[in-house]
């Protein structure tokens, strides 16, 4: 299985559970891994036949900012159902940090995997 990644896409949005986080943007930090055969698209060195991680980003952001969340855990499903229905992904890992959510530490956040690994 081969995979297409993105790593550190920084998306700000207002997410939280806390009343201070409603009011004010956050940045997420998300890492994205899709299942695909890329050898269709190799061999013919074209786009078409593979995932176009610049679509990928774009669709990313559009979900993440579409609405407010309370939850990254909210945020990651949501991230992978995306992922799944809208490419040719047959498994999709999705890592979304919160840099800001605990000052010792560099960031927090959850990691999931969905499809067949």
């Given amino acids: 299985m081969d995979i297409v990644f993105v790593n550190q ?3 700000d949005t207002v997410i939280g559970v806390y009343e201070w986080e409603k009011s004010i943007k956050q940045t997420l930090v998300i890492d994205l891994q899709l299942a ?3 050898r269709t698209a190799a ?3 074209d786009l078409a036949h593979t995932i176009d991680y610049a ?3 774009e669709k990313v952001q559009q979900l993440v900012q579409a609405k407010p969340l309370e939850l990254i855990e909210t945020v990651a499903e949501n991230i992978a159902n995306l992922l799944l229905t809208e490419f ?9 940090g919160k840099p800001s959510a605990v000052k010792a530490a560099a960031t927090v956040g ?3 995997r969905r499809g067949q690994w």
């Fill in 9 to 11: 896409l920084q998306i």
């Fill in 36 to 38: 695909t055969d890329i």
């Fill in 43 to 45: 061999a013919g060195d």
């Fill in 55 to 57: 679509v990928v980003c």
């Fill in 88 to 96: 040719p992904a047959k498994a999709v890992m999705v890592r979304v």
């Fill in 110 to 112: 959850v990691e999931i």
